[in-house]
């Protein structure tokens, strides 16, 4: 288990994370620029917090009160770098070599040998890094990592050096091998698919701050502020302001919609996603008189942007995406009602 309570200044950037892991896969979710690697290096050693602390399994790494700030060699953390960090003129062998901890030749050996046939390297001991693909040199990485015994994995960004396919393929060794860590493990992306695959509990950094740590189900379902609704891949999205009648005003929709769940006095903003949003045959609660502005088809998937009574830029444009034959059967209209169910509304803060 990893407890986590620290702070550090960078120029005007101001980290601040509290951050409780359990042994399992939890992802550290973020925009560019929020903290999200800053956090990994703090945990590792590389860099150091100007306040709070970091305990791992029990035992202090470090601790700004009680002057503790242990090495990042007696950390035991494992930490996967987005480049992989393989050392370029080291085989593979050599390279998972420099991760164990050993002295003895023998079991260093043994060891390395182990892990070889673990992660499928067979047949390429001696070969080195440029000679590898993305896959292999990230097997290699891994499991020069998993030499050295560590207590937590850390994985920053794994997949971004990965073309589409490879990034599959290689998701699903991963998944295997992060099922059976028996410690922490920290997976750090932007990628919300990633997050839904391979996370149980979720954390979001909005501007080097953290957010309550979530089941990764409710960073979908129920996001509760704007950045966690963003980073889930929401796209519309309304100024808000909670009325008596219970009910919310969505001014950039030019709209009031009637909602499922109570409308708190607080909210600033409501999302809906794209997916929900649906053709309608007429006036109703919670329709909206749209022009359509543009339609851009992808590959599955017809993406009809409409302008609102609210306005025709920014947040005042709907994005409705539908199947192509649905759209294709309402041939091609200026204009459409569009409904918005009360219960997918999502009630958010700043």
Known sequence: MLQIHIEK?????????????????TGLLGASGCGKSMTLKC?????????????????????????????PQERRVGYLFQNYALFPNMTVTQNIAAGTRERDKSARLERVETLVQSFYLDGLEDKLPHQLSGG?????????????????LMLDEPFSALDSYLKWKVELELMDLLTAFPGTVLLVTHDRDEVYRLCRPVCVLNGGRSEPIQPVRDLFDAPRTMSSCLLSGCKNFSRAQALSDGTVS??????????????????????????????????GENRILCRVSRVVEEPFATVVMLATPGGQDGFSLLRMELPKEKWAALQNPAKLYVTLQPEHILLLHA
């Open 43 to 71: 945990i590792a050693g590389i860099e150091t917090p100007d306040h709070g602390s970091i305990v791992l399994d029990g035992r202090v790494l470090f601790d700004s009160k009680k002057r503790i700030n242990l090495t």
């Open 136 to 152: 292999q040199q990230q097997r290699v990485a891994l499991a020069r990592i998993l030499a050295g015994e560590p207590s937590i």
């Open 9 to 25: 200044q960078l120029g005007r950037f101001h980290l601040d994370v509290s951050l409780d892991a359990q042994n399992c896969v």
């Open 250 to 283: 969505a001014p950039d929709w030019g709209v009031t919609l009637r909602t499922t769940q109570p409308v708190a006095p607080d909210i600033t903003h409501i999302g809906y996603r794209a997916h929900f949003v649906q053709p309608a045959d007429g006036a």
